[in-house]
């Protein structure tokens, strides 16, 4: 969702309640509640409801947001970790390794990203997996530097595997579909029961613009939260494999003449 979409909606939801306001202020001619000190505890305990359980959705969302980013950093650093660890094996086996950390970095970027705004993962990251242990079968450990090397790879490799995994994990929404209901059905309350605050006497621009506010401020709260919900959605706020991108800059710099078995999006070549 871009931005200027976010802001339309915002604006749509107030616009919509100050002409709702506007209605049902022009064609009452008496105060629809004889004492509005009546409905005002009615107003107080729904809005307070809302807000309270807006307030802990969001902080749900939010740890998913949060820990979506966290295990996309993690694995993104784990990976340049693992090339410069590589450096420590004679140079066919570095070029194995770094060339496969560079064809999964890519196959996250190019494949996996767009899948996980789906709710999946990507085959292809998984077949870079697999053939990173192939080339562990093949390593020579013959000095005790690349043994050294060696553990500090299986190291590297949990932690990017747990990385994809707390990324992955958190790719799936947050709040449930019966609690989006009733988050919006409450909001609806809430701006309903302002419009039964309608009285004639007072000024239509001033009481009609509070109806606007409240509205708008209901809307943007249910943006926060579909926002933090979908963190791989792309819209402007977004996860983008930013970290991963700047780890494959990064491994280019370690060796600019290498040529990895792979195309710019991952795919084997």
């Known amino acids: 969702m871009a931005l200027w979409v976010a802001v339309l909606i915002v604006l749509g939801a107030a616009a919509v309640a100050a002409l709702a306001f506007a209605l049902v202020h022009r064609r009452a001619r008496a105060p629809l509640l004889i004492e509005p000190s009546r409905g005002t505890s009615m107003v107080t305990v729904t809005g307070t409801l809302f807000a309270v359980v807006l307030a802990f959705v969001i902080l749900a969302a939010f740890q998913t947001y949060d820990g979506a980013r966290t295990g996309s950093q993690s694995e993104a650093e784990a990976v340049l970790d693992m090339a410069r660890a590589a450096a420590l094996f004679p140079p066919a086996q570095r070029y194995e390794l770094r060339a496969d950390f560079v064809c999964y970095g890519r196959a996250v970027v190019d494949q996996e990203w767009p899948a996980m705004a789906e709710g999946h993962s990507s085959p292809l990251v998984d077949s870079w997996?697999?053939?990173y242990r192939g080339l562990f079968e093949r390593l020579d450990l013959?000095?005790?530097?690349?043994?050294?090397?060696?553990?500090?790879?299986l190291s590297l490799?949990?932690?990017?595997t747990s990385g994809r995994q707390q990324r992955l994990n958190d790719d799936t929404q947050a709040v449930p579909t019966p609690l989006w209901v009733a988050l919006i059905f409450v909001g609806c309350v809430v701006v309903a029961l302002q419009?039964?605050?309608?009285?004639p006497r007072e000024r239509l621009s001033v009481h009609g613009l509070l109806v606007a506010g409240l509205a708008g401020v209901v809307a943007a709260g249910l943006l926060i939260v579909y926002v933090l919900d979908h963190p791989y959605q792309r819209h402007s706020g977004g996860i983008q494999p930013t970290a991963m991108r700047h780890t494959l800059v990064m491994m280019r710099s370690l060796d600019p003449a290498?040529?990895?078995?792979c195309s710019q999006d991952g795919r084997p070549v």
């Not at 419009?195 to 009285?199: I, S, W």
């Open 129 to 131: 997996i697999n053939a």
């Open 142 to 153: 013959r000095s005790p530097r690349e043994r050294l090397a060696f553990q500090e790879l």
């Open 157 to 160: 490799t949990e932690t990017r």
């Open 195 to 199: 419009l039964a605050m309608a009285d």
């Open 258 to 261: 290498q040529r990895p078995g």
